[in-house]
Every structure is written in structure tokens, then in C-alpha cells.
């Protein structure tokens, strides 16, 4: 997995993985990589993808992403 480096890797991961066990969420990853979205334009596509979700799952706006 590779997640967009905000901040401190180190506490990213920590609350990753906190959040994954708090949901009973089984990870079977077996790297997790950090990198930065504006040299990696995969990361910055997902990134406009995963915020355009939550924006439509926090209004639901089910009309955005049609």
C-alpha cells in the first residue's frame, strides 16, 4: 500500500493501524509505503477520487460521481 506522506510517517502508521484494529479490519498488506503526492501522480488521481467520495458520502450527494 502506498498512502500520501502528510506529516510524520511514523504516526501515520501508528493510527493506521490503531484505526484497522479498532474496526476488526485484517490487513494483509505486506509493505506499507509513504510517499509524496506531488511527485507521484497515481497518489495525487487517488487522492481527488477518494476525497470526491467522502465529499458526496458527507452530503449525500449521490449526483457527483455519476
Known sequence: ????EV???NIALFKL????KNHNVKHEFSRIF???SRSEDLIQAADLVAGAILRRDAKDD???LN
Open 1 to 4: 500500500m502506498i498512502l500520501d
Open 7 to 9: 506529516g510524520s510517517a
Open 62 to 64: 449521490t449526483k457527483r
Open 34 to 36: 509513504f510517499r509524496r
Open 17 to 20: 493501524k490503531r484505526t484497522l
